[in-house]
Nanobody, 116 residues
Framework: QVQLVESGGGLVQTGGSLRLSCAASGRTYAMGWFRQAPGKEREFVASIRWSSGSTGYTDSVKGRFTISRDNAKNTVYLQMNSLKPEDTAVYYC????????????WGQGTQVTVSS
């Protein structure tokens, strides 16, 4: 079992920046972030593979968000710049053990609120 501990959410104005962190208790194949806004379905935001460092993003955050990893700390970061009110959501850190299947582990979620 892998535990994920998130931090870094908060309230920011439009155009501002936040950095989310997610510390994992064990090594996995890949980690990432999902988000869920009020009244909407949970959606994929970004992911990163531990071994290669290859990344993926949903179209709406490309060029604004950057996912990165620190191997020594077993921690993944999501740097969010040029934030918009539509980025407001609960952000969940996720991890998967293998390349096959969906994400096995989920964090408790951290609130990001972008005011207009």
């Amino acid at each position: 079992q892998v535990q994920l501990v998130e931090s870094g959410g908060g309230l920011v104005q439009t155009g501002g920046s936040l950095r989310l962190s997610c510390a994992a208790s064990g090594r996995t194949y890949a980690m990432g972030w999902f988000r869920q806004a009020p009244g909407k379905e949970r959606e994929f935001v970004a992911s990163i593979r531990w071994s290669s460092g290859s990344t993926g993003y949903t179209d709406s955050v490309k060029g604004r968000f950057t996912i990165s990893r620190d191997n020594a700390k077993n921690t993944v970061y999501l740097q969010m710049n040029s934030l918009k009110p539509e980025d407001t959501a609960v952000y969940y850190c996720v991890a998967k053990r293998t390349a096959i299947g969906f994400y096995d582990y989920w964090g408790q979620g951290t609130q990001v609120t972008v005011s207009s």
